[in-house]
């Protein structure tokens, strides 16, 4: 089994959190993984990616080659195209469509959703409103680990277990409300 | 036309600008161990790891991007903390590099870390040691960033070790920069000379699973057997340096009998492949199903000359992978002395001559085709980093922008950290960014030249890098520049380190010779514009030197340390 997947946003929003929870996972299911990641714009409202390779077999590069990932899975819509060439044909495109407009030259948001409607497997979300209804509103992020959960090639178990194994150590209020956004962005995409 | 493509759309992801820093994660992954018995760390956590567990007494960095982690690992570790582990940070490279010559010369085992430029910093003391050479293991790591995702440049490292004529360690995954700490402290010792570890962005910052050795323990104190051994008059050196060359074939043995370096054979003997250390993934990357070609995979230096001779018998054009400039490629000829040898890579357009190799970089190279996927639309916007909201840096630039008006003219030469960001709009107020500290030395130059006011903008940690000798220049002179510390209490771009300068700039300044009338302290905040830019003005017009230090705690830091506090107040 080999998955490899693209991880998007802006920092601040929590995406190398879901890169430690499908980490997490994947120990657990005794995969391989490598996680590369973009350090340090997170504070200064820039681009943030993180590639991550899951596999039965030892992984090589660092970096998953153009046109091989079978997920980009963004918290933010814009950000969820920046990384288009590197989506394998069958791949999924899940994001928020929520947008994080820090930026004067925002694009019109019709022409990203257009853009996203053309791929051919595409789940759009209103990831912060889902969080919400769900008592988590601090949890967008893994609504769309949820939402996603269909997609990583790993038991829902598995992702219940590395939300417990990251949000542990803050307590079990935080374990259960991220447990809630988990339940409820993967309810969403059924 | 497909080459130049791929690098667009690999460029168009990169909008580095000196930025690094959050990695709160690290501590989330590294507790995996307490959790599922398994370490998962990134390649520089794994050297930081490796360095512990081979018995390290100490080591001293400055912060820099892709670096810092191995300095900021060793210093969260509780194992390092109770065995007293020497990590906090230094004043810059060249310090940290003569104390952890210093560690060795004491017998002890010790690693001094830096990017890639920072060796630039210190490069006076790499060279020199090796002359000297070492006492106890001295690793010499540094962090190179080809593709400048957050630097000034992308010069490759190797190049200072060859110029040396040391061994250098570059580690193809995190398993091996794990293990290499240890080869390179035992070679280290073996030859007593210092020895480079290199790295590059991608390894530095991705993770993977680590199996650990078991643990060796630290060197006890010992001087050297010779006690002329680091004095380096011209005699002594002349010997010393003899030894140096003596030796180098012996380490060029080392290499051909490392197991870092291997030589995989294959069946199709139309090309022969060497990669050097992340190139080789890349290369199995594009051949899941196994290389048809003979790989040579180099991760250990000087060049194992034996096997790359091998390579040149069984294949007559050879591809050099080499993430960085091409020091092997060009080297080949020289070394192998065949004419009728064909050497492709980078010097001759095969891969482009710059930036970070890439699997589809590589696997275009071999011939392989590249799955590209959907196009990015032309209407996706950049996200350039940018400072944060609330800023202490915006607001003395906004009021030194208001004061700098009536004179007009780019004439405010900055430096490296987070005010840099200042060169982008809509601030627009800097004109240059070099190295750390020529703010001020450029400052001078100018006015010398008769740009006059000349401003220089820096921050508190670059100052006590590198600007300080600068300004007692300036000083000496009494040169017409009015120079402004921005002060916001820590080392603000490489995320949050302690700065050296704390508590401390006034003293400097004053001890340095700025005349108290010229020495000014603002607090850069939006209801203090009026009088800040009346402070700028007039220092601007005065014909001589001026400091003035405008402080305000970085905001992120100021975050930070509130929660800290108040976690603090919260626990039982
Ligand atoms: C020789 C060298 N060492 C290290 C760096 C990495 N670096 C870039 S900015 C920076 C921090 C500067 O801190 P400070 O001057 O206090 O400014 P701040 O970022 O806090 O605004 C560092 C360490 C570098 N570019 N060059």
Known sequence: MKTDIILAGVGGQGILTIAAVIGFASLHEKLFIKQSEVHGMSQRGGAVQSHLRISSDPVSSDLIPLGRASLILSVEPMEALRYLPYLSKDGWVITSVVPFVNISDYPDMTMIENSIIKIANH????????????????????VMLGAASGHVDLSFEALRKGVEMVFGRKGQDMVDANLRALDAGKTFSR | MRQIYLKTIVGKKNYGYFCDGQHNLGCLFNSIKEIMGQLVLLGAEAIAQGALDAGMSGIYAYPGTPSTEITEYVQRNKYARDNGIRSSWSANEKTALESALGMSYAGKKSMVCMKHVGLNVAADGFLNSAITGAGGGFIVT?????????????QDSRFYADFALLPVFEPSSQQEAYDMVFSAFTLSEKFGIPVMMRITTRLSHSRASITTLSPRSQNALKLPEDPRQFVLLPSIARKRYKMLLGIQNQLITESDKSGYNSFEPGTDHSLGIIACGIACNYVKENFPGGLPYPMLKICQYPAPEELIRKMAVECKTILVLEEGYPLLESKLKGLLNNTNLTIKGRLDGTLPRDGELTPDIVGLALGCKVALGPDIPEFL?????SMCKGCGHIDTFLALKEAISEFGGDRTFSDIGCYTLAALPPLDAVNSCVDMGASITMAKGAADAGLIPAVAFIGDST??????????????EDSPITVIISDNETTGMTGGQTSAAFGKLEGICRGLGVPEEHLKIITPLKKNQEPNVDVISRELKHPGISVIISRRECIQTAIKRKKEEKSRKTEP
């Open chain 2, 463 to 476: 100052f006590t890098h590198s600007g300080m000798t600068g300004l007692l220049d300036a000083i000496n």
């Open chain 2, 381 to 385: 916007a950049n996200r350039p980093p």
């Open chain 2, 142 to 154: 540094v962090a190179d960033d080809p593709s400048m995702h957050s630097s000034q440049n992308e």
């Open chain 1, 123 to 142: 789940i759009l979300l209103d990831a912060e409103k889902v969080a919400k209804e769900c008592g988590s509103p601090k949890s967008s992020n893994i």
